[in-house]
Nanobody, 126 residues
């Protein structure tokens, strides 16, 4: 089992920045990749970014490319999402997620992630 806990959400003005953190514990050796998703009120959850657990490969949704960066501490479990140039449409609950697998052709936009955090709210004002 893997446990995920997000932190770092809050209220920020448009154009500002926030850094979200995700702490992973438990059977982290079973993780193949980590990702961030978000869900706005009345909308479906959408993929934002993902990173291979062992490092290297990263994935981003077109809506956040060039603004958001996913990263990991090599010596620690935390996974981060640096969010810059925030827009009101970025307002959502952001979730950390983990996949048990990683393989050639893995697509975080279609793969059903295996573990989820409870989410952290990000509100971007105009």
């Amino acid at each position: 089992q893997v446990q995920l806990v997000e932190s770092g959400g809050g209220l920020v003005q448009a154009g500002g920045s926030l850094r979200l953190s995700c702490a992973a514990s438990g059977r982290t050796f079973s993780i193949g990749a980590m990702g961030w998703f978000r869900q706005a009120p009345g909308k479906e959850r959408e993929f934002i970014a993902a990173i291979r657990w062992s490092g290297g490969s990263t994935y981003y949704a077109d809506s956040v490319k060039g603004r958001f960066t996913i990263s990991r501490d090599n010596a620690k479990n935390p996974v981060y999402l640096q969010m810059n140039s925030l827009k009101p449409e970025d307002t959502a609950v952001y979730y950390c997620a983990a996949s048990k697998v990683y393989y050639t052709g893995w697509d975080p936009e279609t793969y059903d992630m295996d573990y989820w955090g409870k989410g952290t709210l990000v509100t971007v004002s105009s």
